[in-house]
């Protein structure tokens, strides 16, 4: 049971246009959410978090959007660099339970 | 560089055999996480320590077993491998281990059962 989906494998944006990624819950109890970002042959890397009493949470270029009665949760960079090319991954959690992963979005970043 | 290393990055066996992934967390931090990521999927959680301690268990099989040393340390042991147990495993370390404190990943170890 994938309770954390983010149903795009892969996304292609143009550098300077803004990159947006979608991630969609279906535990009502998440009220952690976090995205993190991975280059080949290295960790996650933390990016950007946001609790549930929020719908909006920014740090520079990136920004985290939160619609609770829709269970969906976006990254928006802009605009978007070279460097941005990753893979990212959402996570939810709640109270003390474990970080529930998303499978990931390749986005590339085209010159 | 997020502080937490791994040892060592690529192993490759064989079947039926045993293996000990290393983790040595960031300086400071008492909270230790496993995390297994097979192809096109996920990171699956396995299994998480503090300080010493096993605080959380994931979908970790009963043929893996793991600890956290009192200099923090934490190895993952993987028993009877199967095919099916070739992957990239990660370790992630925390200060406190509360849900939302942000987990440091190491750059993994990847195994491959042949």
């Known amino acids: 049971d994938q309770q954390v989906k983010q149903n795009s494998p892969s996304l292609s944006v143009q550098e300077g246009r803004i990159s947006i990624l979608n991630c969609d819950y279906t535990?009502?109890?998440?009220?952690?959410f976090l995205w993190y970002k991975k280059y080949p042959a290295e960790g996650p890397t933390f990016l950007i978090s946001?609790?549930?009493?929020?719908d909006k949470n920014e740090d520079g270029r990136f920004t985290v959007f939160l619609n609770k009665s829709a269970k969906h949760l976006s990254l928006h960079i802009v605009p978007s660099q070279p460097g941005d090319s990753a893979v990212y991954f959402c996570a939810a959690s709640f109270g003390n339970e474990k970080l529930t992963f998303g499978t990931g979005t390749r986005l590339t970043i085209i010159p | 560089d997020s502080g937490v290393t791994q040892t060592p990055k690529h192993l490759i066996t064989a079947t039926g055999q045993r293996v000990t992934l290393r983790c040595s967390p960031r300086?400071?931090?008492?909270?230790v996480y496993w995390y297994q990521q097979s192809l096109d999927q996920g990171l699956q959680f396995l299994i998480q320590?503090?300080?010493?301690?096993?605080?959380a268990k994931g979908n970790i099989l009963e043929r893996f077993s793991a600890q956290q040393f009192p200099d923090l340390h934490s190895e993952l042991n993987l028993s009877s491998l199967e095919l099916g147990d070739s992957a990239l495993y990660f370790c992630a370390s925390s200060v406190d281990g509360s849900y939302t404190d942000t987990q440091y990943f190491g750059p993994g170890t990847r195994l491959t059962v042949l």
């Open positions: 535990n009502s109890m998440f009220d952690y």
């Open positions: 320590y503090y300080n010493g301690e096993e605080r």
């Open positions: 300086s400071g931090d008492l909270s």
């Open positions: 946001i609790s549930s009493i929020k």
